[in-house]
């Protein structure tokens, strides 16, 4: 079965920080990859969207920027973290060319102080 | 930006109401689906309605779909305590796997 792993599950980072959040996944291959951001109380924003090794697809201009060095690994980063990049991400895979449920891992809440 | 809005944003009932949650979207879809997230984690899929369907029962889940008024709603019948939740609809568009999701309806189930 597949499972998809996020950590940390909470940060805490100073203003001007750098950051990296990882996801994995398991137990599948050549999975599209996506991380959401989620304000309080708020539905999710598509921030980076990922078809395949090396494939990413900005969806909102940010301070933050994605990669995907290996087949089931994405990784979110900042060089330096602003008040307004706090908040709850959420890292989803789902089947290539299906159009159908996305997966999601258990999220990292930050705070940016 | 998000497509979704839903109505309404909170919902307080009592255990063994029924409960309904309302979805508008605004551009063709091909599939319109639901999903559920406790408060702190991860959003969990719930049921998927396609566009050439209008109707979908899964357990106590009912889903209608509504393309003309580009409308859905998620009715769970019997509510439990455990139901409580932020329940989300997610539009699917043509051609692509992406999805855009709504603001989301928070309900609240009193034992």
């Known amino acids: 079965s597949q499972t998809i792993h996020q950590w940390p599950a909470t940060l805490v980072q100073p203003v001007g920080s750098p950051l990296s959040l990882e996801c994995t996944v398991e137990g599948t291959s050549n999975p599209n990859l996506y991380w959401y951001r989620q304000a309080a109380g708020r539905g999710l924003q598509l921030l980076f969207y990922s078809v395949g090794i090396g494939q990413i697809s900005s969806e909102v201009p940010q301070n933050l920027s994605a990669s995907r060095p290996q087949d089931r690994q994405f990784i979110l980063s900042s060089k330096k973290l602003l008040l307004s990049d706090s908040g709850f991400y959420l890292c989803a895979w789902s089947p290539r060319d299906r159009g159908g449920e996305q997966f999601f891992g258990p999220g990292t809440r930050l705070t940016v102080l | 930006s998000q497509q979704g809005e839903e109505d309404p944003q909170a919902l307080s009932i009592q255990e063994g109401e029924n409960a309904t949650m309302n979805c508008s979207y605004k551009?063709?879809?091909?599939?319109l689906q639901w999903y559920r997230q406790n408060s702190g984690r991860g959003l969990v899929h719930l049921i998927l309605?396609?566009?050439?369907?209008r109707e979908k029962h899964s357990g106590r889940l009912r889903v209608t779909l509504d393309t003309s008024k580009k409308s859905s709603s998620l009715l769970i019948t019997a509510s439990r305590a455990a139901d409580t939740a932020s329940y989300f609809c997610?539009?699917?568009?043509?051609?692509?796997?992406?999805?855009?999701f709504g603001t989301g309806t928070r309900l609240q189930v009193f034992p």
């Open positions: 551009t063709s879809i091909n599939n």
């Open positions: 309605i396609r566009s050439n369907e």
């Open positions: 997610a539009t699917s568009g043509w051609g692509t796997d992406k999805l855009i």
